[in-house]
């Protein structure tokens, strides 16, 4: 009978025991979990830089005119708010520009810019630069001698008058082989009326600028009367 007792006992024990241990081993798993929950939770709340836009970033915006515009600024935010490969450092897209419209506000990425300049003249103008063709003659174009990158002075004829109209002309798209046809300039909006309303009324040449270090061009005007009474010999 003692031997019963004491056999039963020992049972309990035993099982007091093992349940005491495997208390403590859930104890401790659970106390290894909520660490490992709580470190995981603190990482997704530590700070991470971002580029943001500031201002409506257009597509083909190079990353100098972003940068010398100030169409970004460089934030902190909680890691787990951060876009999929968003851009951290402004070292990133140098030489890119953007491949869509970037909104203010919104996180740079890696997929908003590329390294491959889209084609056509929208991306060769920036701020308030425009693009307008207008005819340039056969003669008045320099007869086939300006090219696409040249430099020009334009004048307008109208009746018997000439007056410069614009210097230091960009020119995009020269006129035909000929040195005839429409010429693609790069203006600003402010000039776009007047040049537009002299492709209906006057006559436009272009004359040559050299390609570095001209001088200015002295605003004037011709007519009839000054052509016969006056002579030039030089600059």
């Known amino acids: 009978m003692r031997e019963k007792l004491a056999r039963l006992l020992k049972n309990r024990a035993g099982a007091v025991i093992a349940g005491i241990a495997a208390a403590a081993i859930a104890v401790i798993l659970l106390i290894v979990y909520l660490n490992s929950y709580r470190s995981s939770v603190n990482s997704g709340k530590q700070p991470e830089r971002v580029l943001v836009a500031t201002k409506l970033i257009k597509t083909g915006t190079t990353a100098g005119v972003i940068a010398a515009r100030h169409m970004y600024q460089v934030v902190s935010i909680q890691k787990d708010q951060l876009q999929l490969l968003a851009i951290t450092d402004p070292s990133e897209i140098a030489g890119h520009l953007a491949t869509s ?3 203010p ?13 889209p084609q056509g003249l929208a991306y060769q103008l920036v701020g308030t630069q425009r693009a307008i063709a207008i005819p340039v003659g056969a003669i008045n174009g320099v007869s086939g001698q300006v090219a696409a990158g040249n430099f020009v002075d334009i004048y307008a004829s109208v009746g018997a008058m000439v007056k410069l109209v614009a210097s ?3 020119v995009i798209v020269p006129p035909g082989g000929s040195g005839g046809g429409a010429a693609v300039i790069r203006i600003y909006s402010k000039d776009a009326a007047r040049f537009a309303a002299g492709a209906d009324f006057a006559k436009y040449w272009f004359v040559l600028r050299p390609q570095g270090g001209a001088k200015p061009t002295l605003p004037s005007t011709a007519t009839l009367a000054t052509l016969l009474a006056n002579s030039t010999t030089g600059g």
């Open 168 to 170: 230091d002309v960009y």
């Open 105 to 117: 506000g919104q996180q740079f990425t890696a997929g908003d810019f590329t390294t491959t300049a």
């Open 101 to 103: 419209d970037i909104l």
